[in-house]
């Protein structure tokens, strides 16, 4: 094989992938130095000029003129003057020789290892150009296109045919993929895996939606709105704390846009996951309020120490404080950094509620029962309807209902 085809084919590979040149010359030159040391055993005395822009390739080999007699004539850089005269008759004891080494003189072995060699570095550089790549892309968005789905994970491919990965704990419960189309989702890490590049994207990191935001958001975008804080739970609902560093601009009137128009793109992109947008503030206590939204707070206790927080609520905003599923509490816990703990406030004149299954003693079971068939389990939900009503309601008689009449009503009195 001539060198010049080895040096053409690679640097022609380094131009597809964008390696610099001295990057280029030392990799061929790596290939080359193995190649002298199998041959001589050492490549001390060898110079090596690659010319990649016209496939020239001269290996040249310096050895001292000793006299044929010298002891140092062994040596791989000393050369005896018989045969230095044969390469130059007139060179003389003392001077150097410089000898050019031809590819070929390797031998034909030798020069398909070299080629397998080069093959072999040019998958690592490719290898470690793509690692690099992506490192560098760590946190950004980008698209690929579906073309395998497994059971643990989904295959992308992005534009220059890489593959990316999206595996089953980086994807929102709701997503749905189909082969062809195309997805987006954050760089999540990039990882070697027994030489190779794993490529892992997410959808449902946090910096998944302050991407979203970015793109959506001129204002986020240029700086001008900072996102302090994104807390999740992917394809249900999401908190988002914003501060603007412009008095004249209301972060969560821009981030939510004239008619929600820029959080709606951001909505569906994630699945119709419910984002709450509210503005950060270093006053504590104003900041767990905001984060408990859409509940309204009566009051609160913050202790700092064991990191928790008490919230008093009216009765009617402990389920929204809660959300469903317990989602909202969990959502604000993780945006304010404590655990918030909500209490039901009690009004001057309101007593805490008894459920009906306290009275098991005093009222027989199967008139709790039917009184639980009907929607009614605590004292309270009994004496705030009419007897009348009452008899209509359920199969009980005058005279039972009477009786727990007055039983439920002794506990209040």
């Keep these: 094989m001539d060198s010049g085809i080895l040096i053409d084919s690679f640097a022609e590979f380094a131009k597809n992938k964008n390696v610099d040149r001295p990057t280029m010359i030392r990799i061929l030159e790596d290939v080359f130095r193995t190649m002298i040391r199998k041959k001589f055993e050492t490549d001390d005395n060898f110079d090596i000029i690659i010319n990649a822009d016209k496939g020239d390739l001269e290996i040249w080999r310096f050895r001292e003129i000793v006299d044929d007699d010298s002891e140092d004539i062994w040596d791989h850089d000393k050369i005896s003057l018989s045969d230095a005269r044969k390469i130059e008759p007139d060179f003389e004891i003392g001077e150097e020789v410089a000898e050019e080494v031809k590819l070929l003189d390797f031998g034909r072995r ?41 059971s643990r994970e989904v295959l992308l491919m992005d534009s220059d045919g890489n593959e990316l990965i999206i595996p089953k704990s980086e994807q929102i419960s709701k997503d749905r993929f189909r082969k062809g189309e195309t997805v987006k989702a954050v760089v999540h890490r990039v990882e070697m895996v027994n030489g190779n590049p794993r490529i892992i994207l997410s959808r449902t990191s946090p910096v998944f939606l302050e991407r979203l935001f970015e793109n959506e958001v001129p204002e986020v975008y240029d700086g001008l709105i900072t996102m302090k804080k994104v807390v999740r739970e992917p394809g249900e609902r999401a908190k988002v704390a914003v501060e603007s560093y412009d008095d004249r601009i209301d972060p969560v009137g821009a981030c939510v846009g004239m008619k929600g128009s820029r959080i709606h793109s951001i909505v569906r992109e994630l699945q119709n996951e419910n984002i709450d947008v509210i503005n950060f503030t270093d006053n504590l206590d104003l900041y767990i309020a905001r984060a408990l939204s859409p509940a309204k707070i009566s009051s609160l206790k913050i202790d700092q120490d064991a990191g928790r927080v ?81 008899v209509r309601r359920t199969e009980l008689e005058e005279e039972t209902i009477n009786e727990v009449y007055r039983i439920l009503s002794q506990e209040f009195e």
Excluded: C, H
Aim: charged letters at 35%; glycine letters at 6%.
């Design 310 to 390: 008490s919230v008093f609520l009216k009765p009617d905003q402990v389920s929204l404080a809660i959300g469903k599923g317990g989602q909202n509490i969990k959502l604000a816990s993780r945006l304010v950094g404590m655990e918030i703990d909500v209490f039901r406030e009690l009004a001057d004149f309101e007593e805490e509620d008894v459920d009906l299954e306290e009275f098991g003693d005093e009222i027989e079971k199967w008139v709790i029962e039917e009184l639980r068939r009907v929607g009614l389990d605590t004292a309270k939900s009994v004496l705030a309807i009419t007897k009348e009503d009452l």
């Design 110 to 150: 030798a020069v398909m290892t070299a080629r397998q060699t080069l093959i072999q570095k040019i998958k690592d550089l490719e290898k470690d150009i793509l690692f690099n790549q992506y490192k560098e892309l760590v946190g950004e968005i980008i698209t690929g296109e579906v073309y395998q789905i497994l």
